[in-house]
């Protein structure tokens, strides 16, 4: 990935934090993709109300919803520029660029969310979080991203060979592109805000993803077979530009990991309540629900853990989360 060079883009920053100094408060720009009211963009604006609340005003937070400064691909690199302050990503953006991170991102590596929440809220989750340093970026905490799903046009898919020859969007994501290969679907990677059009024109047959996105972003109008195969529990990172986390004092850091952990709470509140709500909505316009044996879905996945889980510590950590009741 693109860098820019380190010390043009420490000066930029230090130049905008002693021009926020004198006005006595920072505000920082936060990125979302998700419109406004969705769970992660109430969550990260949470955040900044406590961030406020701990710095006596001396921080604030600005969301900039609904991809307005970008999708995440794209924000991924202004934030590791400085550009962007403040992130709410999908860890499944980042790739292959965090080996940690992307051992979660593997299919069915959580069988629930209950077993995700252990994993990222203890020793594990805290490991992997401190990986992101490599990349430019500090992750703070997670956010649920809930549980993905196939959802397409033509009908529903009941078993990995129901989705034989259909072209289904995926996020820019090599594991993601591999898993849609071995249940035998064609992998379309594209741009979030490109699938609605995508379905509609029969660019692609159909997606995967969470109730909510599958509700707020219009999906279910144009797709209207939802599969419950849940193959994805991909958690959302609320990540900050190095650049900027460099820039705060060690006490201030404190401040921003405490207010960013106490923010999850909140979010997973707000995502579980999102998830009823986003479910009557679809079924509202005469989506098609049904119910999946996982059993074959999971078997399915063999060579894609075989590819991307082949170094030693990669396996332990699979084994570790594993392990995790």
Do not use: C
């Amino acid at each position: 990935m693109f860098h820019l060079p380190k010390l043009a883009a420490t000066a930029l920053v230090a130049a905008a934090l002693m021009v926020s100094t004198a006005s006595a408060q920072t505000v920082l720009r936060s990125s979302d993709t998700h419109p406004d009211g969705y769970p992660t963009v109430e969550a990260v604006k949470y955040f900044g109300e406590l961030l406020s609340e701990k710095t006596d005003g001396r921080y604030s937070v600005e969301v900039y919803h609904s991809a307005q400064l970008g999708e995440e691909t794209d924000t991924i690199e202004q934030t590791q520029f400085g550009v962007i302050d403040l992130n709410r990503i999908s860890i499944g953006a980042f790739g292959t660029q965090v080996p940690e991170a992307t051992v979660v991102q593997l299919p069915y590596i959580f069988r629930s969310a209950d077993h995700m929440h252990h994993v990222l809220d203890g020793p594990i989750g805290e490991e992997i979080l401190g990986a992101f340093d490599a990349v430019d970026v500090v992750a703070l905490a997670y956010y649920d991203g809930g549980a993905r799903s196939f959802y397409n046009s033509e009908k529903p898919i009941t078993t990995p060979g129901d989705m034989a020859g259909m072209k289904l969007r995926v996020m820019q994501s090599d594991i993601f592109v591999d898993m849609v290969a071995a249940f035998g679907g064609n992998a379309t990677p594209m741009p979030y805000g490109e699938v609605y059009s995508g379905i509609q024109t029969g660019v692609i047959d159909g997606a995967e993803n969470n109730y909510p996105s599958y509700d707020t972003a219009g999906h279910a109008e144009v797709a209207k077979y939802y599969s419950l195969d849940e193959h994805l529990m991909v958690p959302e990172v609320l990540v900050i530009s190095k650049i900027i986390w460099d820039g705060l004092t060690p006490e201030d850091q404190v401040l921003f990991r405490e207010a960013a952990k106490e923010s999850v709470a909140k979010q997973r509140e707000l995502w579980a309540a999102k998830e009823v709500e986003s479910k009557a909505a679809v079924e509202a316009l005469g989506a098609v629900i049904n119910e999946v044996d996982k059993a074959p879905f999971i078997e399915a996945m063999g060579p894609v853990y075989d590819k991307y889980v082949t170094d030693p510590a990669l396996k332990d950590l699979v084994a570790r989360i594993q392990a995790t009741e």
